[in-house]
């Protein structure tokens, strides 16, 4: 099983371009996250979905939209990327169980805008 | 909004000496998570406590849970130099969605 794999790995953009960060997972999760790493800032939560076909807003939502048409996979979108998205980002499913279950994180996609 | 604050954010250790992380929470957790993430890696799953006042340990790393459910710490005994990494926290409230609030990590360096 190879987890939670996030396409690409690097990229760079200029101000003002959009672009599609894709995450699959085959562990037949439930539960996908959309997290942005910054340093010192731990993970914050961008968008989550808890099945296919529904997204929710997390803690830092603006500038970013997702879509979640099949369960294994969890699309960030950046329709006009700013300066202020450069970041790392990160994708992570969880399965549906009764207590809170772990998070499986992908390898992370390097994000520069400039 | 609940917030995850966790100090110290850096910690500059010599190998073998202990190290301590804590994590509180504005606010009283179903339950608390902790990660590892190795530099230029992922955060990795550690364990997860459940119940008021538990302590769980895994071969040098003992983690403990508040009696209020509102803190946590992680404690590693005579660390190694494979113990360099970011540690999170991070809590969980009875939600829709197993959603999770990070702490901003604590970024232990060991000395050989």
């Known amino acids: 099983n190879a987890g939670v794999t996030q396409t690409p790995k690097f990229r760079v953009l200029k101000t003002g371009q959009s672009m599609t960060l894709l995450c699959a997972q085959d562990m037949n999760h439930e539960y996908m996250y959309w997290y942005r790493q910054d340093p010192g800032m731990g993970l914050r939560l961008i968008h989550y979905s808890v099945g296919e076909g529904t997204t929710a807003k997390g803690e830092v939502p603006d500038g970013y939209n997702v879509s979640r048409l099949k369960k294994q996979n969890f699309l960030l979108g950046l329709e006009s990327a700013a300066p202020s998205q450069t970041s790392v980002y990160f994708c992570?499913?969880?399965?549906?169980?009764?207590?809170?279950?772990?998070?499986?994180f992908g390898d992370g996609t390097r994000l520069s805008i400039l | 909004g609940q917030q995850v604050m966790q100090i110290p954010q850096y910690q500059h250790v010599q190998e073998g000496e202990d190290f301590t992380t804590y994590c509180n929470s504005s606010t009283t957790l179903s339950n608390i998570q902790w990660y590892k993430q190795r530099p230029g890696g992922h955060p990795v799953f550690l364990i997860q406590l459940v119940k008021s006042g538990e302590v769980k340990k895994q071969k040098r790393l003992t983690f403990q849970f508040g009696e209020a459910k509102k803190n946590s710490s992680l404690h590693i005994t005579a660390t190694q130099t494979t113990d360099v990494g970011t540690y999170f926290c991070?809590?969980?409230?009875?939600?829709?969605?197993?959603?999770?609030?990070f702490g901003g990590g604590t970024r232990l360096m060991v000395k050989p």
């Open positions: 992570a499913s969880s399965s549906l169980e009764l207590h809170n279950q772990p998070q499986h």
């Open positions: 991070a809590g969980a409230v009875n939600n829709a969605g197993n959603m999770l609030t």
